[in-house]
């Protein structure tokens, strides 16, 4: 049996899956004082509806999320190994120490690190906790890096070094650097967080092998997941388009809508597949090179709060409690879909009351019902408008996007989430698609997180003319025997490295996809010297089974 949870701002969800089959499910409030009680408290219920082994727990949190966005984290000690060319300290989240030493392009040493700015910088950041460390090309080769990263531990005992070329083996030292650094200030929380899940699991009797869901919609094991926790950001958006992946309801070309209590959190989907943020997801406001489905958050659920001001309706973004309904002190959108006949659950005196409370002389508590949907229908419409006009204006990196470049045109929208059966048919009207409300949407994170599929990947880098081979995430390099290698070579010794990753940490390698490749010649006297071979491979994440 399969368990997934689902940690979101207004409620935490848990399912169990068996062969295909959701055997129990439970949607409990999420307890923001303390996340543990409410993800145990939805654990006791589904366990008890459905006993039986549990094979594996896997879990979409909000832990990383909130405390970035919550500024809830440790400050970092950040150092940098930039080089020459492009000055990005201030595109940075924190100010960084600059050391001197140089990788060049090619991952030679072309200048040496100085000890005693290692040292210096120890003192400046002697009371930080974590670190991060940086360079501008140590994915092709991480020797300074990792010196570093010896020298800070050694000199200052700290309990974690966050080295960016094992986060991301990518080029792009901005977006590794910020990588790095988001890393290494969650890292102490999300440890704290991991050892108390394992310790009341444990507690329960359930000895299954722990799973977090990243950004990318696979999962990593807790092993993994204390050392990059970085990569289950935006963790909950990623689980609900498993949940309708595993479910099989957005062919073509579709808009999902995941409308929780707090916020609406709307995908695009091409052929039955979620478009990716092709560079990777931003962090309050900042680049990052983690993988991630492209998605585009507003504040706007069945919890949000309506209010009036100088007569003008306001709904959300913030949440002040639940609806009037459901004991809540303030008007909701879900106490106008209760008034409208849209849901049912709750009190709906209390409903009529809150609709009541904001209703105009002339108005109807049913007609203000009306006008506060007919505005949340559009806030969410207004948001899908703009993620359509940045999909077609997005950049184009190859011939290939150029030629195929064709705009989205969605035919349906797929709503799952608490609050979709109510709000979801009003944004497809307005829009003037069909809607699908799928069996088991109102927990599809939960449901998506129990079935997504475990994922790592490797980058693999050959320069033929050194005769030296890199693999960034495991800091590896190594001589190779001889110039003769081939791109068909380079991909098997991928698949090998990432089959060695996968095992370490106990993944089954599956299907494995390659998502970056280059091949390039390299010229001397006219006459062509040698080859630069990268191949990027992966688990290809996804859903283990269809759930019907």
Same mark, same amino acid.
């Given at each position: 049996?399969?368990?997934?949870?689902?940690?979101?701002?207004?409620?935490?969800?848990?399912?169990?899956?068996?062969?295909?089959?959701?055997?129990?499910?439970?949607?409990?409030?999420?307890?923001?004082?303390?996340?543990?009680?409410?993800?145990?408290?939805?654990?006791?219920?589904?366990?008890?509806?459905?006993?039986?082994?549990?094979?594996?727990?896997?879990? &979409?949190? !909000?832990?990383? !999320?909130? &405390?970035?966005?919550?500024?809830?984290?440790?400050?970092?000690?950040?150092?940098?190994?930039?080089?020459?060319?492009?000055?990005?300290?201030?595109?940075?989240?924190?100010?960084?120490?600059?050391?001197? +030493?140089?990788?060049?392009?090619?991952?030679?040493?072309?200048?040496?690190?100085?000890?005693?700015?290692?040292?210096?910088?120890?003192?400046?950041?002697?009371?930080?906790?974590?670190?991060?460390?940086?360079?501008?090309?140590?994915?092709?080769?991480?020797?300074?890096?990792?010196?570093?990263?010896?020298?800070?531990?050694?000199? /200052?005992?700290?309990? *974690?070094?966050?080295?960016?070329?094992?986060?991301?083996?990518?080029?792009?030292?901005?977006?590794?650097?910020?990588?790095?650094?988001? $890393?290494?200030?969650?890292?102490?929380?999300?440890?704290?967080?991991?050892?108390?899940?394992?310790?009341?699991?444990?507690?329960?009797?359930? $000895?299954?092998?722990?799973?977090?869901?990243?950004?990318?919609?696979?999962?990593?094991? @807790?092993?993994?997941?204390?050392?990059?926790?970085?990569?289950?950001?935006?963790?909950?958006?990623?689980?609900?388009?498993?949940?309708?992946?595993?479910?099989?309801?957005?062919?073509?070309?579709?808009?999902?809508?995941?409308?929780?209590?707090?916020?609406?959190?709307?995908?695009?989907?091409?052929?039955?597949?979620?478009?990716?943020?092709?560079? +990777?997801?931003?962090?309050?406001?900042?680049?990052?090179?983690?993988?991630?489905?492209?998605?585009? &958050?507003?504040?706007?659920?069945?919890?949000?709060?309506?209010?009036?001001?100088?007569?003008? @309706?306001?709904?959300?973004?913030?949440?002040?409690?639940?609806?009037?309904?459901?004991?809540? !002190?303030?008007?909701?959108?879900?106490?106008?879909?209760?008034?409208?006949?849209?849901?049912?659950?709750?009190?709906?005196?209390?409903?009529?009351?809150?609709?009541?409370?904001?209703?105009?002389?002339?108005?109807?508590?049913?007609?203000?019902?009306?006008?506060?949907?007919?505005?949340?229908?559009? $806030?969410?419409?207004?948001?899908?408008?703009?993620?359509?006009?940045?999909?077609?204006?997005?950049?184009?990196? !190859?011939?290939?996007?150029?030629?195929?470049?064709?705009?989205?045109? %969605? *035919?349906?929208?797929?709503?799952?989430?608490? /609050?979709?059966?109510?709000?979801? %048919?009003?944004?497809?009207?307005?829009?003037?698609?069909?809607?699908?409300?799928?069996?088991?949407?109102?927990?599809?994170?939960?449901? +998506?997180?129990?079935?997504?599929?475990?994922?790592?990947?490797? /980058?693999?880098?050959?320069?033929?003319?050194?005769?030296?081979?890199?693999?960034?995430? @495991?800091?590896?390099?190594?001589?190779?025997?001889?110039?003769?290698? /081939?791109?068909?070579?380079?991909?098997?010794?991928?698949?090998?490295?990432?089959?060695?990753?996968?095992?370490?940490?106990?993944?089954?390698?599956?299907?494995?996809?390659?998502?970056?490749?280059?091949?390039? $010649? @390299?010229?001397?006297?006219?006459?062509?010297?040698?080859?630069?071979?990268?191949?990027?491979?992966?688990?290809?994440?996804?859903?283990?089974?269809?759930?019907?």
């Amino acid at each position: 049996m399969l368990l997934g949870i689902d940690v979101g701002g207004t409620f935490t969800d848990a399912v169990i899956v068996f062969q295909g089959k959701v055997l129990a499910k439970t949607k409990t409030a999420t307890t923001h004082e303390d996340l543990l009680q409410g993800i145990f408290s939805a654990i006791d219920t589904v366990m008890r509806e459905a006993p039986g082994t549990i094979e594996r727990v896997a879990l &979409s949190t !909000t832990v990383v !999320t909130n &405390s970035l966005v919550e500024g809830k984290t440790d400050p970092v000690g950040l150092l940098v190994i930039p080089g020459p060319g492009l000055n990005i300290e201030s595109l940075l989240p924190a100010k960084a120490v600059v050391l001197s +030493g140089y990788i060049d392009h090619r991952g030679r040493e072309a200048a040496k690190l100085i000890n005693e700015e290692i040292a210096e910088a120890c003192k400046t950041f002697a009371d930080k906790h974590c670190f991060a460390v940086s360079g501008k090309f140590a994915v092709r080769n991480a020797a300074q890096e990792m010196t570093v990263s010896r020298e800070i531990i050694a000199r /200052t005992g700290t309990e *974690h070094v966050t080295v960016a070329s094992q986060i991301a083996g990518s080029l792009n030292f901005l977006r590794r650097t910020n990588s790095a650094y988001f $890393n290494a200030a969650v890292w102490r929380r999300f440890s704290r967080f991991a050892a108390a899940v394992e310790g009341a699991l444990f507690a329960r009797g359930v $000895n299954a092998p722990v799973h977090i869901l990243k950004a990318d919609g696979g999962t990593m094991p @807790l092993a993994l997941a204390k050392c990059q926790p970085v990569e289950a950001i935006f963790t909950g958006p990623a689980a609900s388009v498993l949940g309708i992946m595993a479910i099989g309801t957005a062919e073509g070309e579709t808009i999902s809508l995941d409308i929780g209590g707090t916020t609406t959190d709307i995908a695009l989907w091409r052929g039955g597949s979620p478009l990716f943020a092709e560079q +990777g997801a931003a962090v309050s406001g900042y680049p990052t090179a983690v993988r991630a489905f492209w998605l585009r &958050s507003v504040g706007m659920g069945g919890d949000s709060w309506v209010r009036r001001s100088s007569g003008k @309706l306001l709904i959300g973004p913030e949440r002040v409690g639940p609806a009037m309904a459901a004991g809540g !002190t303030e008007p909701t959108v879900a106490d106008a879909l209760i008034v409208a006949g849209l849901v049912d659950f709750g009190s709906r005196a209390a409903a009529y009351q809150a609709l009541e409370k904001l209703a105009l002389p002339d108005q109807t508590p049913e007609q203000a019902a009306q006008e506060i949907l007919d505005g949340a229908a559009e $806030n969410i419409c207004t948001a899908v408008r703009e993620m359509l006009a940045a999909h077609q204006a997005r950049p184009v990196y !190859t011939v290939t996007d150029m030629v195929n470049t064709k705009t989205f045109t %969605p *035919h349906a929208i797929v709503g799952v989430g608490g /609050t979709a059966e109510g709000l979801a %048919p009003l944004v497809a009207r307005r829009m003037g698609v069909a809607c699908q409300i799928p069996d088991n949407g109102a927990v599809a994170n939960a449901l +998506g997180a129990a079935v997504a599929r475990a994922t790592t990947d490797i /980058t693999v880098r050959v320069d033929t003319e050194r005769q030296v081979l890199s693999v960034a995430e @495991l800091g590896l390099q190594e001589k190779l025997p001889s110039r003769g290698m /081939t791109i068909a070579a380079v991909r098997q010794l991928a698949e090998k490295y990432l089959s060695e990753r996968s095992g370490r940490f106990g993944i089954i390698p599956g299907e494995v996809e390659t998502i970056y490749e280059e091949e390039f $010649n @390299l010229v001397r006297g006219f006459q062509t010297a040698g080859k630069i071979i990268t191949c990027r491979k992966q688990v290809k994440p996804g859903v283990l089974t269809d759930v019907h």
